[in-house]
């Protein structure tokens, strides 16, 4: 009998850490989707912005979106452009490159990621990046080609706090 309880504990043991992954990968997903809107419309105010000045505009590109992933993550637990391994945020994207990194974040009380929201807050952190002159420096540099934005979502104690990572490459 011991011996059978102790089996189903290991086989249950070993479903649940497979599930895990699986859980976690979900969970991010579902993050890049409730702020597909807001990312969206952050690509296209930098792009009209580089519009006015211009410049050609940015496009989306896959290895620069993963950086800002786990940048808007980091940022989540040390706000810095110096990531928790001592390295710069722009040590990312290869050194024969072009490379720039905006951060930004914004908190919420309430926030249901609605679409109205979304392009509420985007409106709200694109003025606050284009008010900064280093922001708006990487936004407008002629240097850069392509663009990765990723946000990242935190349940706080007072709110939920949205950090984007903006990474800029050629």
Not at 53 to 65: C, F, K, M, S, V
Not at 76 to 91: A, I, K, V
Request: with cysteine.
């Amino acid at each position: 009998m011991k011996k059978a309880i102790i089996t189903i504990l290991a086989v249950l043991t070993v479903i649940v850490t497979t599930m895990a992954p699986a859980s976690t990968m979900k969970a991010e997903a579902a993050t890049a989707d409730q702020t597909m809107t807001m990312n969206a419309r952050l690509l296209a105010d930098i792009n009209n912005l580089r519009a006015e000045q211009g410049l050609p505009a940015l496009t989306l590109d896959n290895e620069l979106n993963s950086f800002a992933a786990v940048r808007s993550e980091e940022i989540t637990s040390l706000w810095s452009h110096t990531r928790p391994d001592g390295t710069s945020g722009c040590d990312m994207i290869s050194s024969n490159k072009w490379r720039g990194e905006n951060l930004s974040y914004i908190t919420y009380g309430s926030f249901g990621f609605s679409e109205q929201e979304q392009n509420t807050a985007a409106d709200s952190v694109f003025a606050s990046l284009k008010a900064s002159p280093s922001h708006y420096s990487n936004m407008v540099s002629g240097n850069y080609t392509k663009i990765g934005i990723y946000t990242y979502i935190t349940n706080t104690g007072s709110g939920v706090k949205l950090s984007t990572a903006y990474m800029f490459s050629n």
